[in-house]
């Protein structure tokens, strides 16, 4: 099939691609979840750089099996990117690679499904080597679904969304090269993964949060306020991907630390989920779960559900969470911060941008170590000044006092913590 874009002022990489989102609407679908769902494939379009002219929904009872929508649809598809110069139409579903080679053939469009937007939005905003490392995986594995024999009017094609990363690179190797490229990525992934252990190591003597919550609920602006440091911060769905950790308070004791990880998003596809299991090894190894809700959304508890179902799948669902409802400064409804608040329990509603808010939930934080912390009377001999020292860096000294024997301490510790520094028996 030749790819004819009638536009050729839209097949600039750098300028917007215009765009028709389609969407299937199913029985077990009310319109309200349509909506939502369609108003969210708006929102990752938009972040790879799209711009939708059209919305097109279909009620069916299941999906056409050669090409997802039905015959008449997917001649109305064509005739409305004919009539608006459309160059791409993305489905809000997942498709085959059967039924995105049979669109594309009856609409003379570049056809992608949100698997695909998803993948490109990764590639685009991954940073370091793991996380680029982790999409190319996740991006092959989507390939080897979807090789047909569609792909020969891509040769001369600049780019575009969904083709960003391995893209035109990868399309023309064959399943064997595609695994032998996946196997070698996974081989790298396992070193890169044996040398975050190492690092984690190293914080063992820490105390450790992660956020994790639904993408734009502002977790990274969240985390420049709670901390001294600055992470990329972006009004767009996943804007940062590598997981960042930084210390709470300098000042605080025992150190407390803060990773902020990527975000997760309904029906986020499982190879990505696999993928980055190994970033998202800092929400296993936290001692708590700061699960940030963006509480301006209508769909908030929507969100929070699909957190809690990621949370689970990667085996973090046991884990203790305190959560956090974002934005709250964005509510239309005023009584709803403390709605939410009294409903869940170890909940507070804040504002990152109130820094009495953001005190509060530090406060909070703390609140939460100390209660599993133990309070100790101990006598440290002057000879031992790397013991002192130690127990400074890892305790709340409450009380000091200087005897003959040595400097008499009054502290909050945690357990673990005492016993490798062998305050208790």
């Given at each position: 099939?030749?790819?004819?874009n ?10 917007e ?7 299937v609407?199913?029985p077990?679908?009310s319109?309200?979840e ?39 649809k997917?001649?109305?598809l ?14 809000d579903?997942?498709?085959s690679?059967?039924q ?9 469009c ?25 999409v190319?995986v ?26 960003r ?21 996974k081989?790298e992934l ?6 975050r252990s ?5 914080r ?52 407390i630390?803060?990773?902020?990880t990527?975000?997760f ?62 934005k ?7 009584l ?21 808010d ?6 909070s ?24 020292s ?15 024997d ?20």
């Amino acid at each position: 099939m030749e790819f004819k874009n009638k536009g050729s002022r839209y097949r600039q990489q750098d300028e917007e691609e215009r765009v028709i989102a389609a969407c299937v609407q199913f029985p077990e679908n009310s319109a309200a979840e349509i909506e939502s769902d369609l108003e969210e494939l708006n929102r990752l379009i938009e972040t790879v750089g799209g711009k939708v002219i059209e919305q097109v929904i279909q009620r069916r009872a299941r999906p056409d099996p050669s090409t997802y929508v039905g015959s008449g649809k997917v001649e109305e598809l064509a005739q409305r990117a004919k009539d608006a110069e459309i160059s791409l139409i993305v489905f809000d579903g997942e498709l085959s690679g059967t039924q995105q080679k049979n669109l594309e053939t009856g609409t003379g469009c570049r056809v992608v499904d949100r698997t695909g937007i998803i993948l490109d939005i990764f590639s685009k905003h991954a940073r370091t080597k793991e996380a680029k490392t982790q999409v190319e995986v996740a991006t092959l594995e989507y390939l080897l679904t979807h090789l047909t024999r569609r792909w020969t009017h891509l040769e001369r094609q600049r780019g575009g969304i969904g083709l960003r990363g391995v893209g035109e690179r990868q399309i023309e190797l064959d399943r064997r090269l595609i695994r032998r490229r996946i196997s070698k990525l996974k081989e790298e992934l396992l070193h890169m993964v044996s040398q975050r252990s190492v690092q984690r190591h190293h914080r063992d003597r820490f105390l450790r949060v992660a956020i994790v919550g639904y993408t734009n609920a502002g977790k990274s602006t969240l985390m420049n306020h709670l901390t001294v440091g600055e992470v990329y911060v972006d009004d767009r769905l996943f804007a940062t991907l590598d997981s960042t950790v930084r210390v709470i308070d300098p000042k605080t004791r025992p150190p407390i630390l803060l990773s902020d990880t990527v975000g997760f998003i309904k029906n986020l596809p499982h190879s990505l989920v696999a993928s980055f299991k190994s970033t998202l090894a800092e929400v296993l190894d936290a001692d708590v779960l700061l699960h940030v809700v963006d509480l301006s959304s209508p769909n908030f508890r929507d969100q929070m559900k699909v957190t809690d179902e990621v949370l689970e799948e990667i085996g973090a669902g046991d884990k203790p969470t305190f959560l956090v409802f974002n934005k709250a400064d964005r509510v239309k409804d005023v009584l709803l911060p403390k709605i939410v608040e009294r409903k869940y329990i170890d909940s507070l509603a804040v504002s990152a941008y109130s820094p009495a808010d953001m005190q509060k939930l530090r406060n909070s934080i703390y609140g939460f170590f100390e209660r599993d912390m133990m309070e100790l009377e101990v006598v440290v001999p002057y000879k031992e000044a790397e013991l002192q020292s130690q127990i400074y860096e890892h305790s709340k000294v409450l009380e000091t006092k200087y005897q003959e024997d040595g400097t008499w301490l009054r502290i909050k510790i945690m357990r673990w913590d005492a016993s490798q520094l062998k305050l208790i028996p």
